[in-house]
């Protein structure tokens, strides 16, 4: 069998490196390290493949989350409702910019921001609403948008988790995550869905001028050549990155396909486990897992079981991860807002129960084989204890 890895970027690169190879090459020939053509061409192309009216290239997703909240001129102590259940970059760039993060709860099926807790935070300084389509599942956008219309507030997505994940409404329509709120952010992070060779992101969205405003935030504010209007930073996706991500980008559809089989594979292998819930897929969202996160319940001690789980698989040559240990209201960087005092009962109970499978685009049926075995071996040594 080979090797079992998270993310396996390096398989994946062998299977198109002539294609990719090609046209690194041709950046380094050109020289248009930074601005190239290929740079426009990708975001035509991403725009193409989502469906939204501007895409804006970045360095990473930080910045994109960064850049979409300067260009919405908040002020400092407005309020930005956001979970508590996610990666910290999407919380850190609200204090960043001197902002308030308000922590909100997730629905234990989905991970993804609970509307009613939403609802019940937005106070008369609140002024962005930030959802997250945790793992590659959508956040609930209809409801949030109209909490959003009923408040006169702007939604930033972040969709770093999340590319290619279609969001169906109750009418039917479907649209792509990242170009439902105003704006939505992404990442080029190596292992995300559609991953760079380096850091990369970008910014989406349908309104012209918040697009202008973007551009010129990511470009030092810059209206014409060393002419800047507004304060802004420097922020670019390198010509070589864009290369490699115009390519990926072609393929991303049949690698999100692969990811759905891994796990439609764990979910036959594992579904009915005692003591274990396999992730949930809402209807009006399809999942596009960059995760493959297991809930782990019931046992005695489930902290130190799902501990025991990741130190049982990692014997086994099985690579498994915690997203994410310490979420955003016991972070000790946030203490100066008094977030640690907020009663998180739901995220606190997901905290201690998730593990994430080694979920990609290269993984063979002998591996899911041995991986659902050692999880089903583990569970069932738990439970007839
Ligand atoms: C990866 C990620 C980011 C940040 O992206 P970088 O490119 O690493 O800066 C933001 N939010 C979420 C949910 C992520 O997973």
Redesign the pocket.
Known sequence: MRSIQMVDTKNQYLKIKAEIDAAVLNVIDSSAFINGKIVQDFAANLSAYLGVKHTIPVA????A?QIAMMALDLQPGDEVITPSF??I??TEVIALLRLTPVFVEVDPKTFCMEPAAVEKAITAKTKAIVP?H?YGHAAPMQEIMAIAARHNLFVIE?N??AIGCDYTFPDGTKKKTGTIGHIG?T???PS?NLGAFG???ALFTNDDDLAVKMKMIANHGQSKKYYHDIIGCNSRLDSIQAAVLNIKLTHLDEYITARRMAADYYDKALSGSKNMIIPYRASYSNHAFHQYTLLLEGIDNVTADRNELNEFLAKNNIPSMIYYPVPGHKQKMFEQFNVNTLPMPVTDWLTERVISLPIHTELDEEQLGFITSKVSEFINKKTLK
């Open positions: 990473n997703g930080t910045d989350l996610t990666y970059a999407t997250v945790l972040d770093a988790q952010a990442s080029f992070y995300k850091d990369g992101g």
